[in-house]
């Protein structure tokens, strides 16, 4: 097995397992509100200096979402691998709820 194979394999046991939203081949790891790719990820740790909740982790070899994701969005635009996407069913959650706290 590739290193980059056994990353993915060692990830998967922190996330829900592998994304169904991805049709390209490529596990991605889906937690509440992001996925995060292990193959891509080169584990620069911006996504985790970048979150302004403190939400992400870097913990045995893979990035984690803990609690009081805000889905601000920095560590999807900031990751330079492209290795973290905000789960679409995720934002349009917290999209409704911030338009029915306004109403």
Known sequence: MTEPDQRAAAALDFGSGTSTDHHDGIRWVDYANISWNPVFCKRCDICVDICPKGTLVLRNDAILEEE???????????CPDLAIEM????????????????K
């Open 68 to 78: 009081n994701c805000i889905l601000c969005g920095l560590c999807e635009r900031y």
């Open 87 to 102: 789960i679409p069913s995720a934002v349009a959650a917290h999209e409704a709820k911030a338009q029915a706290k306004a």
